[in-house]
């Protein structure tokens, strides 16, 4: 059973919009951190944008105002909203969450399988 579940990615023209979406299975339980990273091809893994359980969200410098994360704690849900998309966003995208599996009290940060953006005309 997958504990991460992403969805969203997709090929846009550069301008365009995407949004992606990542589920955590009912297995994980005090998620703390809720976030994004992406790996464009040949390159090292980026972080996009991380929440905190509060609410508090960092982004990459690259982001420049055209992404937003957000996420529905009761649904263990983050979310991000792409938009402005350029040639340069095209990547892996991961989902990561931080939290504890049931029962146990050691945090642990999972990844989910990446969903691919690809952003060309």
């Known amino acids: 059973q997958a504990q991460l579940v992403e969805s969203g990615g997709g090929l846009v023209k550069p301008g365009g919009s995407l949004n992606l979406s990542c589920v955590a299975s009912a297995s994980i339980d005090s998620i703390t951190h809720m976030g994004w990273f992406r790996q464009p091809p040949g390159k090292q893994r980026e972080a996009v944008a991380i929440?905190?359980?509060?609410?508090?969200?960092d982004y990459g410098d690259f982001v420049k105002g055209r992404f937003t994360i957000s996420r529905d704690n009761a649904r263990k849900t983050v979310y991000l909203q792409m938009s402005a998309l350029e040639p340069e966003d095209s990547a892996v995208y991961l989902c990561?969450?931080?939290?504890?599996?049931?029962?146990?009290?050691?945090?642990?940060?999972?990844w989910g399988q990446g969903t691919q953006v690809t952003v060309s005309a």
């Open positions: 929440m905190t359980r509060g609410g508090r969200a």
């Open positions: 990561n969450v931080v939290g504890k599996p049931n029962g146990q009290s050691d945090f642990v940060s999972y």
